[in-house]
């Protein structure tokens, strides 16, 4: 008894619409389709909260390539989330704000990389941030997620549009995928409302789903049971029949 799994050329993954995934066992053929790629909802952590990031706590910084890969920040400092300081809370690693209480730093930038083998098996990237104020959030290079913050160039002296006092509280945020093979890069810019302000916090936590295509759970003579996960609730469509071509007619679940 054997089971082949086979995909055509356009991997499931890169379907634009529908996708589809055929098996065959003993002779019976069974191919299904989804209005979505499927993916496992569980998630996959790519960057976890609490890691280690470099970050300049100076207040300056004129290297506009700053959040890119190339860049070289081996001359900043690190340290692990959480970050910052804070009259109530301790931050896992404290950040300097200058020599004036009064005229704090207006802005922090923090970097770190994380290996990703087979990027295009990951899809719908989800952030859970702790910023107090604001903060603007890269992805090798590319902006994907700004928040209480005004829209144009962030110049160091930028403020934060409103005060944030919300102790550690994460956020989840779905941001546009952006993932290369290999090693990535995550920079980040956290600005204060107020150069007088009594707190600052940050940390970062980046997951993914993973894609998954249809999967056999068990054959018989006579039968065979295929099953796949999709993000959304999607309409399935599942063809069968004795061969390619050679179809009975669809099984549709609008569930």
């Known amino acids: ?114 290996v990703v083998p087979q990027a295009a098996n990951y899809q719908r990237l989800l952030l859970r941030v702790l910023r107090d104020d604001g903060m603007a959030v890269y992805l090798n290079g590319q902006e994907v997620w700004r928040d209480n913050l005004p829209p144009g160039p962030l110049a160091p002296e930028v403020l934060a549009q409103t005060g944030v006092e919300e102790g550690m509280v994460y956020h989840p945020m779905d941001v546009a995928a952006g993932l290369v093979e290999g090693t990535n890069v995550l920079a980040v810019e956290v600005h204060q409302a107020d150069p007088a302000s009594s707190d600052l916090l940050f940390d970062l936590e980046l997951s993914a789903t993973l894609v998954r295509g249809p999967y056999l759970v068990r054959a018989t003579t006579n039968s065979i049971e295929v099953r796949w996960r999709t993000v959304l609730p999607t309409e399935t469509v599942l063809r069968h029949g004795p061969a390619v071509g050679q179809w009975m007619p669809p099984l549709v679940d609008n569930a």
Not at 8 to 18: F, G, N, Q
Not at 46 to 63: H, Q, Y
Not at 66 to 89: H, I, N, Q, T, V
Request: neutral net charge; aromatic residues 12%; charged residues 15%.
């Open 1 to 114: 008894f054997m089971v082949h799994i086979l995909r055509p050329a356009t991997s499931w993954r890169d379907l634009p619409a529908r996708g589809w995934g055929m098996l065959l066992a003993a002779g019976l053929c069974l191919a299904g389709t989804a209005s979505s790629p499927a993916a496992d909802p569980a998630g996959v952590i790519l960057s976890p909260s609490n890691a280690v990031w470099r970050f300049l706590d100076t207040g300056i910084n004129t290297n506009e390539a700053w959040m890119k890969p190339g860049f070289d920040d081996r001359g900043w400092a690190s340290g692990p989330g959480p970050f910052g300081y804070d009259p109530e809370l301790v931050p896992a690693t404290p950040i300097q704000f200058g020599g004036d209480p009064q005229h704090k730093h207006v802005t922090t930038w923090f970097r770190r990389t994380f």
